[in-house]
């Protein structure tokens, strides 16, 4: 196999010089670059990256774990995640835990395994807390995103959940809702929890008494049971409005509020956090509270590097971004419910 001594042989200079070419540092004149270069195409020469992170101490990757992969909102931290990554030269895999912990303990095991350099996580919940531990356990840098978990004192970006759901509410008061609906993702994670607690804080404030009967339980990742918004429409007085804790739920309770025959916003009004990809979506539908998602990205793998390269830090950094409101047609003004 052509190794670096075949490529120093070819463009004349000594093995160091093209070892500080492949790894970009110490100088190197531009011309004696270009040759090396040239050198390392002609050979087909691919530096073996193993060897270079057992001299440097670093592998150049981050690993970058998250629920599910197939909401736009964790798309587009992996795409900020990635944007930075690729500017320090790193290389970021991807972990899709499904909100399961021991799926999440499997790609915590693979990053220990490749000793990879920092790691950024959207914790799966509460019992993240020891998957977590373990990556301290081993000195391995990581960043938390959109979720916190008790008991662990880390670096955090995150959106204000309580703030974001309570702007939705005031929203839906303002157009004269008052029968108003929850379905919260597990409340096992702290999104979940913020965006309950806001809506009760909510219905408090504005002098609405809290039904129980209002409040259901779902999954940020599973497909929605029926029975769930079967029994909302059930409820006496039936709700005019339902506040969704994400664009996943809200898009299954409109698809499953409208086979019961209920039309959104005519019947049932409906809100939610976090955006779908607007680039698929011929007409945007839903009023949401949106999260720059991307920044959450960008932003946790500069803090991360931060970390990784040594740089003095006093203690845990958290970062939460206010919500945007936008409003659009899912949500209209409350009407009397039609009575058999």
Same mark, same amino acid.
Not at 55 to 73: G, S
Not at 108 to 119: F, H, K, Q, T
């Given at each position: 196999? /052509?190794?670096?001594?075949?490529?120093?042989?070819?463009?004349?200079?000594? #093995?160091?010089?093209?070892?500080?070419?492949?790894?970009?540092?110490?100088?190197?004149?531009?011309?004696?670059?270009?040759?090396?270069?040239?050198?390392?195409?002609?050979?087909?020469?691919?530096?073996?990256?193993?060897?270079?992170?057992?001299?440097?101490?670093?592998?150049?990757?981050?690993?970058?774990?998250?629920? %599910?992969?197939?909401?736009?909102?964790?798309?587009?931290?992996?795409?900020?995640?990635?944007?930075?990554?690729?500017?320090?030269?790193?290389?970021?895999?991807?972990?899709?835990?499904?909100?399961?912990?021991?799926?999440?303990?499997?790609?915590?095991?693979?990053?220990?395994?490749?000793?990879? %350099?920092?790691?950024?996580?959207?914790?799966?919940?509460?019992?993240?807390?020891?998957? *977590?531990?373990?990556?301290?356990?081993?000195?391995?840098?990581?960043?938390?995103?959109?979720?916190?978990?008790?008991?662990?004192?880390?670096?955090?970006?995150?959106?204000?959940?309580?703030?974001? /759901?309570?702007?939705?509410? %005031?929203?839906?008061?303002?157009?004269?809702?008052?029968?108003?609906?929850?379905?919260?993702? #597990?409340? /096992?994670?702290?999104?979940?929890?913020?965006?309950? *607690?806001?809506?009760?804080?909510?219905?408090?404030?504005?002098?609405?008494?809290?039904?129980? $009967?209002?409040?259901? $339980?779902?999954?940020?990742?599973?497909?929605?049971?029926?029975?769930?918004?079967?029994?909302?429409? #059930?409820? /006496?007085?039936?709700?005019?409005?339902?506040?969704?804790?994400?664009?996943?739920?809200?898009?299954?309770?409109?698809? *499953?509020?409208?086979?019961?025959?209920?039309?959104?916003?005519? %019947?049932?009004?409906?809100?939610?956090?976090?955006?779908?990809?607007?680039?698929?979506?011929?007409?945007?539908?839903?009023?949401?509270?949106?999260?720059?998602?991307?920044?959450?990205?960008? *932003?946790?793998?500069?803090?991360?590097?931060?970390?990784?390269?040594?740089?003095?830090?006093?203690?845990?950094?958290?970062?939460?971004?206010?919500? $945007?409101?936008?409003?659009?047609?899912?949500?209209?003004?409350?009407?009397?419910?039609?009575?058999?």
């Amino acid at each position: 196999m /052509t190794n670096i001594h075949d490529v120093a042989k070819l463009a004349q200079v000594s #093995s160091m010089t093209v070892s500080r070419v492949i790894n970009g540092n110490g100088y190197v004149k531009e011309q004696t670059k270009k040759r090396v270069l040239q050198a390392m195409k002609e050979l087909n020469y691919v530096p073996n990256s193993l060897a270079r992170s057992l001299v440097r101490q670093k592998t150049q990757t981050l690993a970058l774990i998250v629920p %599910d992969i197939r909401n736009p909102f964790f798309t587009t931290i992996a795409r900020g995640t990635e944007d930075m990554a690729r500017k320090q030269n790193y290389r970021v895999i991807l972990g899709n835990t499904d909100e399961n912990v021991n799926k999440e303990l499997e790609y915590i095991e693979m990053c220990l395994s490749i000793r990879v %350099d920092g790691v950024i996580v959207v914790p799966a919940g509460n019992e993240s807390k020891r998957n *977590l531990k373990m990556l301290s356990e081993f000195k391995i840098p990581y960043v938390l995103v959109d979720r916190e978990v008790a008991g662990i004192h880390s670096d955090v970006v995150r959106g204000d959940s309580v703030l974001g /759901t309570k702007q939705l509410m %005031d929203h839906l008061f303002n157009l004269g809702h008052q029968n108003i609906a929850i379905i919260t993702g #597990s409340l /096992t994670t702290s999104t979940s929890r913020d965006r309950l *607690l806001g809506y009760t804080q909510a219905l408090k404030e504005s002098g609405i008494e809290f039904r129980a $009967e209002y409040v259901k $339980e779902a999954s940020y990742t599973k497909p929605l049971n029926n029975q769930v918004v079967h029994e909302l429409v #059930s409820c /006496t007085p039936r709700p005019t409005a339902i506040f969704t804790a994400n664009n996943f739920v809200a898009a299954q309770t409109v698809k *499953l509020l409208r086979q019961q025959n209920f039309s959104v916003p005519e %019947d049932v009004s409906i809100v939610s956090f976090d955006d779908f990809d607007q680039i698929s979506l011929a007409e945007p539908f839903l009023t949401v509270a949106t999260q720059p998602a991307y920044n959450f990205g960008s *932003l946790a793998t500069q803090m991360l590097f931060e970390v990784i390269d040594g740089i003095p830090i006093s203690g845990p950094r958290k970062i939460i971004f206010q919500p $945007e409101i936008i409003i659009r047609r899912s949500s209209g003004a409350a009407r009397p419910i039609s009575t058999p």
